[in-house]
């Protein structure tokens, strides 16, 4: 076993570390199991370095295995795509890759098996009248009236099923065990079903298809999982789990163990209603960076650093709560500033005229990457025309503003200290340019007589900048439950995203590479978008959690 020191503490793996030390394991075997019909999203990263990080801890091993028994609602693609996230948040899995297809033609002798021990039936029930037999939460179910067929005639009719000689939904293969228990999911479940659809592994070897929780359970013991960690909507169904596994012929019992799944406020983890966005057209793919998907938060700038961070810090229960955005978007800051380097971008440009500085001189300046870090130094071309963000100046201002105001002086970040002497309007009263001096003689050093400059305002070169389109995302709801809403496509928020097509970016932003993080000085995290080849870059997030006050205010 791994040191434990630094590992975190949680109820699974207190039970993990009670059956290592009473011998009945003598280790670890854990697996992350997805179905291949979406792409993964944030509460899959939560399994993820919950199975993946006992692995790595207590020295065991991890499996990915795709659960791919619902040939109709995936897709190879979903298979890459949750390949490649996996590994982009920095894990390994265990061998080779998994799929349930494997075993299919296992489960189809264990499913001949059961039907040998009067232990499962062919039903030719409709969907409606099978729902009207299954009874209520109140009420117990009724016997289907193939329930007592002997074992020889379904065996016969489970032949005819996989060889194609039903037709979709006419019959289904169920288990036989009590239409009468309190738990639902044991009132003689569906174990197999027709379908004639291809499958991404197995082609069209099958026309029959075992259930998930069919499949899932002995999937778990042919791989030799010792602990199958689930989330909380799957606790009745950890009955089915063990009556499968016992009343099978299998060497291996896994412990299934549920924990709470992941809700996050202002976002919606349903990957139905996931599909909904990308189809219905309210975001721009799966990979959107409004979406909760890791392929999301990867193209916005989120990094596997901080998304691990967010998992290990909501912690593993089995109490279900939702995580305040804030949590994870602190997370990201957190890793961002530490690790970005910075740089300066002016979104909403007003002209500033230097009038004092030399028209045709260009002069280099030296600025830091980092302020604390040594990430090294980058050159600021100084001209005699620059951009500042309209925001940062006023006519007129308290004291409070710290930036520009006509007729007192402010910072240029990296640069010289400059005064506002008067200013150019349109016939609309809007300010086109702002005419200023400049202090040669404040060069990285306050001013000489001895005079008082607070406030600093980012900046760029009129000349020497570059134009690129930049992001700002938002929250994708409008409300922090949007799961709730009758329609949840009724609370999306219109101002989710809102592009600046002509950004004023300094020069050595066009060097960015595909998801590099940087600070914009005073404004927020951005990243070079990694799916467009032009230059775009992605807001992350702002510097500040603007949203808490807004949700205190209200």
């Known amino acids: 076993m791994a040191e434990t020191e630094n590992r975190p503490s949680n109820f699974i793996r207190n039970i993990i570390d009670a059956d290592l030390a009473s011998g009945k394991h003598a280790s670890t075997h854990t697996r992350f199991p997805p179905e291949p019909n979406g792409f993964l999203h944030i509460g899959h990263a939560k399994s993820i370095c919950l199975n993946f990080g006992i692995a790595q801890d207590y020295q065991g091993k991890c499996n990915l295995r795709f659960d791919d028994t619902n040939p109709e609602k995936e897709d190879i693609n979903y298979v890459k795509s949750i390949k490649e996230d996996v590994h982009w948040l920095g894990f390994e899995w265990d061998g080779e890759i998994c799929y349930s297809s494997n075993y299919f033609d296992k489960l189809y002798s264990y499913a001949v098996k059961l039907i040998e021990n009067g232990k499962a039936y062919v039903c030719f029930l409709s969907p409606d009248q099978a729902r009207e037999y299954r009874g209520t939460l109140t009420e117990p179910g009724k016997d289907s009236p193939y329930r007592n067929t002997s074992p020889e005639e379904n065996l016969a009719l489970f032949e005819k099923m996989k060889n194609g000689e ?28 027709v379908r004639f659809a291809h499958h991404h592994q197995t082609g069209d070897k099958w026309c029959i298809y075992p259930m998930y929780d069919f499949t899932h359970c002995i999937s778990d013991a042919l791989e ?129 005229v230097i009038e004092n500085f030399d028209a045709d001189k260009v002069e280099m300046l030296q600025a830091p990457n980092h302020p604390t870090l040594d990430m090294g130094e980058r050159e600021l071309p100084f001209t005699r025309e620059i951009y500042i963000e309209k925001e940062d100046f006023r006519v007129e201002a308290n004291k409070k503003f710290k930036r520009l105001v006509l007729g007192k002086e402010v910072r240029l970040r990296n640069a010289y200290v400059i005064k506002a002497e008067r200013i150019e309007e349109d016939e609309n009263g809007n300010i086109t340019t702002i005419y200023c001096t400049y202090d040669s003689d404040t060069l990285g050093k306050n ?67 595909p998801e590099q993080g940087y600070q914009f000085e005073r404004l927020g995290y951005f990243c070079r978008d990694n799916k467009s080849e032009a230059l775009v870059f992605n807001q992350t997030v702002g510097l500040r959690d603007s949203w808490a006050k807004i949700e205190q205010q209200g």
Request: net charge negative.
């Open 166 to 193: 039903f037709k979709e939904g006419e019959c289904v293969l169920r288990a036989k065990i009590d239409m009468a228990s309190s738990f639902m999911v044991l009132r003689d479940p569906i174990i197999y079903r």
């Open 224 to 352: 030799g999982i010792t602990h199958s960690l689930c989330t909380l909507e799957f606790q009745d169904n950890r009955r089915l789990y063990d009556w499968v596994l016992d009343n099978i012929s299998i060497d291996c019992h896994p412990q299934q163990i549920e924990f709470s799944r992941l809700n996050l406020e202002y976002t919606v983890m349903s990957k139905r209603k996931l599909n909904d966005l990308v189809v219905n057209n309210h975001v721009e793919g799966w990979d959107d960076p409004r979406m909760p998907t890791i392929a999301g938060l990867r193209r916005r700038g989120y990094t596997p650093a901080a998304i691990r961070e967010f998992c290990k810090r909501i912690g593993v229960t089995k109490m279900d709560n939702m995580v305040e955005m804030g949590m994870l978007e602190a997370c990201i800051r957190d890793d961002l500033n530490e690790n970005a380097p910075r740089a300066m971008a002016v979104l909403d440009p007003v002209k500033v």
């Open 447 to 513: 001013p000489a007589d001895g005079r008082k400059v607070k406030g600093v305002i980012h900046w760029v070169s009129a000349s020497h900048c570059i134009e690129a389109p930049v992001r700002q995302y938002d929250r994708l709801f409008t409300v922090p439950n949007p799961a709730a809403a009758e329609d949840f496509t009724e609370v999306l928020n219109p101002d989710s995203l809102v592009t600046i097509e002509h950004a004023k970016l300094e020069p050595a932003l066009a060097n960015a590479k």
